[in-house]
């Protein structure tokens, strides 16, 4: 079967973000991959003008907590846009999907709450390998595309406050 990079994206599609501010949570747990995450998240970001001092990044212990990591960004500094990044690989119990739901359903919860693009860069996977592929590896790195979807969010909002009608 082909693969396909999944981070491939049109570089002029994707917003300026000179003038922007973003928070990243990354999770401990799986920290090979989430370390990998946030590195692309961050490389993508300053890729697209963002300056490396408005980039603040903060640790949390497993991707359960991304939720109140995020809730921290919001509710105490002015970031643009916050991007969770963790790795949740499946084990033998139902951890894998009390994690999982609890940190999806959380993400979206902030969004709403905070009238804030808070962006999902969890990587939920059966195994060790499948994350490999997604952090760096043969299927691109998630952690660049949650950095894309962010500016993308920011630049719709900003859009929307500055009464400009956007495509
Ligand atoms: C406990 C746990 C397990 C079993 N697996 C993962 C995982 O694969 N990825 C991850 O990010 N975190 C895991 N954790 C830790 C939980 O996210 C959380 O930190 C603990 O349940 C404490 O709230």
Redesign the pocket.
Known sequence: MATVNLSTYDLNSVPQGNAMKFGIVV?E??YEI?GALADGASKTLVKHGVKQENIHIKHV?????LTLGGQFFAEYTDVDAVILL????Q?E?R??DF?CQGVAQGATDLNIKYNLPVIFGVLTTENQQQASDRAGGKLGNKGDEAAVTALKMVALQQGFENELLVD
Do not use: A, L, Y
Not at 61 to 65: A, K, Y
Not at 86 to 89: A, D, F, K, S, Y
């Open positions: 999770s747990w799986n989430t212990p497993g991707s359960f907590e963790g790795c949740v690989i084990g119990t951890h894998f994690i």
